[in-house]
């Protein structure tokens, strides 16, 4: 029998991952779990913002290539919504648009393919809000 206790659920950091590619989600899911957060995910802009609002995540990880709305629509959105506007964004995308992706507002941008190492110091440099557990 496991003896040892495990954080409740809502005592975990939540980070909400916004992708429309099913390997991306899995690996983030995977760095994420690695550090403690709970992540979750979506495949569409849309839902995303529905997700943040209900979930108050701690950060979210959005690419900007999205089927329905794109993601900078997305963080246009979340960013002016009083209940989501705090929430670190995290821009993960294929495009080169660091510069365009802190003036609209995102807290940190990767360009894709995202090593382990580089989403780490990522998530280290993003806003103080977001903590690791102990």
Do not use: H
């Not at 900078?72 to 993960?92: F, G, H, M, N, Y």
């Not at 393919?113 to 280290?124: N, Q, T, V």
């Amino acid at each position: 029998m496991n003896t040892q206790t495990q954080p409740e659920r809502d005592q975990m950091p939540a980070a909400l991952i916004v992708e429309d590619d099913m390997t991306c989600i899995y690996l983030w899911q995977r760095y994420m779990k690695r550090k403690g957060f709970r992540a979750i995910s979506t495949q569409k802009g849309k839902s995303a913002l529905d997700m943040a609002r209900r979930e108050k995540p701690d950060l979210v990880v959005l690419d900007v290539m999205l089927p329905d709305i794109d993601g900078w629509e997305v963080l246009q959105a979340l960013k002016a919504d009083p209940s989501t506007r705090d929430i670190p964004v995290l821009i993960c995308s294929a495009l080169q648009e660091e510069k365009l992706s802190i003036a609209k507002g995102a807290d940190g941008y990767l360009q894709k393919p995202i090593l382990y190492e580089d989403f780490l110091a990522a998530l280290s440099s993003i806003d103080a809000r977001v903590k690791e557990p102990a």
